[in-house]
């Protein structure tokens, strides 16, 4: 097994991801859509911001089975996830769980992308859950991440 910390792999992506979570989860939450269950989604982020991840897990994973149109229910519950096992667990063991539960929630964010093309909020979840996986991939040396779909669907929209 491959030491990321001693390569300083770990802490540059879990600096980055932080303030890829912390972008999506404030800023766009306050200035874009609103979906059904955003108000449930705040709970649960102010919870893990507040430290109490076990609880904004179970709140986030509810929120995703009440309202499974809201792309940041999915994505807020994978990062609160691996907030969750960050304090419980090895810093490697929290990106495998973060990488299984993007590779959960990926072809569901496709899904409602593709289903509701002409909100762009949706394919800016599916963007990030799979630049996400992508800089997951890049830190464990690993190829196969189809970062062209996500680079194709972004290049369809008209500049403004």
């Not at 609160?80 to 993007?102: C, K």
């Not at 464990?140 to 194709?152: A, F, M, R, Y």
Request: proline share 4%.
């Amino acid at each position: 097994m491959v030491n990321f910390r001693g390569l300083g792999i770990i802490s540059r992506m879990d600096q980055l991801m932080r303030k890829i979570i912390h972008y999506l989860l404030i800023h766009v939450m306050v200035l874009g859509v609103h979906f059904p269950g955003d108000k449930e989604v705040m709970k649960g982020v102010e919870l893990f911001y507040n430290y109490q991840t076990a609880e904004a897990v179970e709140i986030l994973a509810q929120a995703r089975k009440n309202f499974p149109e809201n792309p940041r229910a999915h994505f807020t519950w994978a990062a609160a996830r691996m907030l969750d096992s960050e304090a419980h667990n090895p810093v490697i063991e929290s990106y495998d769980l973060l990488e299984g539960d993007l590779n959960e929630i990926i072809p569901i964010l496709k899904y409602l992308s593709d289903s509701h093309s002409d909100v762009p909020e949706y394919d800016l979840y599916l963007g990030s859950a799979i630049g996400l996986k992508a800089r997951i991939n890049l830190g464990k040396k690993e190829v196969g991440v189809n970062t062209g779909e996500c680079l194709q669907r972004i290049s369809n929209y008209p500049e403004n």
